[in-house]
């Protein structure tokens, strides 16, 4: 049976050693498991940014950083950027969002096209060419949002709901508490299980699918959990003890005055002092793995909904994160910088084309990359592949055991320009960024600004505690890798106007069109 419809699953900073499947000797995760037994778990999965903003960007888009230019969370999409909305509308289809995209609208862009508010075209650029049953972000109070809205309807008397109960925990006593203090996750939300976050955004998505019945459709189905703040709904919230989590991966190397000293200046930050202590520790990493399970639990329904209407026949389904979170290794909290903890997240896909049948349940260890989400998507459902614009690759081949090559490095990149380490270090406003290239054995990331190089021997180091960038004994390595990642920017496809097609009609072809230069 041909794939009709799309599941495409976000979790918002989910670490990728978070799942049972991944290895995780505590958490339970049944329902994302059977999803890896059902598909594919590729184990070296790494975003394009270790920030929300920029790493959806690369994932609605299948575009690098650079190349789409939305370097951080509050840098907009360029309206003149194509996501995977505008991939799938050109071919009579839309996507569909329910949850979190982080898009933030280009004003200018908009307003340059003089696009009114009435103007349908305005409201699908402001969205990124989502269709919302519900954008929900979850950051923020959204009072008059539809969650807000739904909370009172359910007897939140509030204005804010999301701050009085979302995001409040209750003690033992009866005692109200926020839970942006970290320290009072240790206590169950004042709001129902059935009533959080991510039981809405779940009921909201089988509504969805079980009012298409055969119509077919492609929905972002997109959480913000594990996400801070780390507030938890009972039973949830106390589920998981300190000495079930992992354990914490630092070493007194990396806050010497030989550290890197951008990694330096994050340390400074006010959630890396909070996380560098064993109390935050011991409160917040049991909290994030119950919102995790949270999160398997209702993905269950899901997935269960999906056999009751037989969608897993005609349904490819995609689970994956935008980013990780340190939860204090590296002496840092949330999130940024290179480490995998940060850079690789989970990745799980469901073909369900009888041709992938025998890769079923396996884990595949190459290099994938977020933007290969686009091209997946647009190979699933026999569209155009725009090669022109789209910069990562279907895993259609993997799933399908056809590939014969595939890419042996992954890139990311950061804009540190909007953190206070940059005044720390004493850096001007203007353009401070970092790019990384990862390869099997090595990780080296160059920082501009006239900082030096970070280099990793990840066979040697796997933890990556010891930066040999400034070693001269790995200034050939250093170079070697400062090339490739030279190599890789000089390919960005940064021509997005003009298909290839029209290209190849076009060259060489001046003299059809009248003009005969060079004639003798």
Known sequence: MAIKNVLFIMSDQLRWDHLACAGHPHIRTPNIDALARRGVRFANSFVQSGICGPSRMSTYTGRYVSSHGATHNRVPLSVGEVTLGWHLRNSGRDLTLCGKTHVMPDRHGINRLHLDGA???????????????????????????????????????????????????????????????????????????????????????????????????????????????????????????????????????????????????????????????????????????????????????????????????????????????????????????????????????????????????????????????????????????????????????????????????AFSELDWTFKGARRRLGQPTGHHHAWMVRTERWKYVHWSSGFRPQLFDLAADPQEFHDLGADPAHAATCEALRERLLAWFTGLKRRTTVEWQEIELRTDSYKKAGVFLGEW
């Open 119 to 409: 103007d349908e075209l305005k409201v699908l650029v402001e969205e990124g060419w989502f269709r919302p049953i519900d954008r929900y972000d979850g950051h923020h109070a959204e009072p008059n949002g539809a969650y807000a809205q739904w909370l009172r309807a359910h007897g939140y008397d509030s204005r804010d709901p999301w701050s009085d109960y979302v995001i409040s925990t209750v003690d033992p006593q009866g005692g109200v508490h926020s839970g942006w203090k970290m320290r009072n996750v240790k206590w169950p939300a004042r709001v129902a299980e059935a009533h959080s976050e991510t039981a809405y955004t779940t009921d909201l998505a089988i509504d969805f699918m079980r009012a298409k019945g055969e119509q077919p459709w492609v929905m972002h189905l997109s959480y913000v959990k594990p996400h801070w703040p780390y507030v938890a709904p009972a039973p949830y919230h106390d589920m998981y003890t300190p000495e079930q989590c992992l354990p914490l991966q630092r070493a007194e190397e990396e806050r010497s005055d030989a550290a890197h000293p951008v990694m330096r200046a994050f340390q400074d930050e006010e959630v890396a002092e909070s996380f560098r202590t064993r109390e935050c520790q011991d409160t917040v990493k049991p909290v994030y793995q119950g919102l995790i399970t949270q999160l398997d639990a209702h993905l269950g329904r899901v997935f269960a909904e999906m056999e009751a209407l037989g969608r897993w026949q005609d349904t490819l389904v995609i689970f994956t994160a935008d980013h990780g979170d340190y939860l204090g290794d590296h002496w840092l909290g949330e999130k940024e910088l290179f480490h995998d903890c940060i850079q690789r997240v989970p990745f799980i896909l469901y073909d369900p084309d009888a041709a992938a049948d025998a890769t079923r349940g396996s884990t595949d260890t190459r290099l994938v990359e977020a933007i290969d989400v686009v091209p997946t998507i647009l190979d699933a459902l026999e569209q155009d592949p725009a090669r022109h614009v789209v910069e990562g690759r279907s895993l259609l081949p993997l799933t399908r055991a056809t590939a014969t090559e595939w890419r042996d490095a």
